[in-house]
């Protein structure tokens, strides 16, 4: 079975810099994707980026990048200007190519401070 | 706004009772999926329909059924509710059977149930 680990419960960060999340996942698999959500205090998840395995190139939304290290199963979101509105909980997510459904991580919630 | 609908957004009900939370899908989107949030649980997968049938399913209590009607909105019917039912119900959609990047999953705002 696949699993996603994130091993930050939380993580604070200055207005205006630079932090990065980080997840791990666990799969035999080769062909997969991996995105991470955004849930703010309204608890709405927002999707933020996603990302093919087959891609070698890092996906970038914005202020949002990801460091995709396939052979270390590693995922990480990097937020760059951070912003008051970042503030969240955010959710690395895992899918089998030819599967259904979304595995989650346990979450990070991220703190903004002004 | 991701286009998904969820209705109730609140839901408070006693132990033993039954409840059927609501979901319409984007439009276009043919795949409904729920997803339950709990502090102890976290996020997971319970069940899609795709197109008016169940396509998969994963942790679903077998006291939660689901359908997908004709007009592809989806609801969830929650039974012989017990405390630890209490949760956020995500609705989730996408256009297709779930196969592939294409098929991002985009979430409805979620119903949050209380079980006193």
């Known amino acids: 079975a696949q699993t996603v680990t994130q091993s930050q419960p939380e993580m604070s960060v200055q207005e205006a810099e630079t932090v990065t999340l980080s997840c791990t996942y666990d799969?035999?698999?080769?062909?997969?994707?991996l995105f991470w959500y955004k849930q703010p205090p309204s608890r709405q998840m927002i999707l933020v980026i996603r990302?093919?395995?087959?891609?070698?190139q890092n996906a970038t939304e914005n202020r949002f990048s990801v460091n995709f290290q396939k052979a270390a199963k590693s995922f990480s979101l990097k937020i760059s200007d951070s912003q008051l509105g970042d503030a969240a909980m955010y959710f690395c997510?895992?899918?089998?190519?030819?599967?259904?459904?979304?595995?989650f991580g346990g979450g990070t919630r991220l703190m903004v401070k002004p | 706004d991701s286009g998904v609908t969820q209705t109730p957004k609140h839901l408070i009900t006693a132990t033993g009772q039954r409840v059927t939370l609501r979901c319409s899908p984007r439009?276009?989107?043919?795949?409904v999926y729920w997803y339950q949030q709990s502090l102890d649980q976290g996020l997971q997968f319970l069940i899609q329909?795709?197109?008016?049938?169940?396509?998969a399913k994963g942790n679903i209590l077998e006291r939660f059924s689901a359908q997908q009607f004709p007009d592809l909105h989806s609801e969830l019917n929650l039974s012989s509710l017990e405390l630890g039912d209490s949760a956020l119900y995500f609705c989730a959609s996408s256009v297709g059977a779930g196969v592939g990047l294409q098929e991002t999953q985009y979430f409805g705002p979620g119903t949050r149930l209380l079980v006193l």
């Open positions: 990302q093919e395995a087959y891609k070698q």
């Open positions: 329909y795709y197109n008016g049938e169940e396509r």
């Open positions: 799969t035999s698999e080769s062909d997969y994707y």
């Open positions: 997510a895992y899918k089998y190519n030819a599967g259904n459904m979304l595995t």
């Open positions: 439009s276009g989107d043919l795949s």
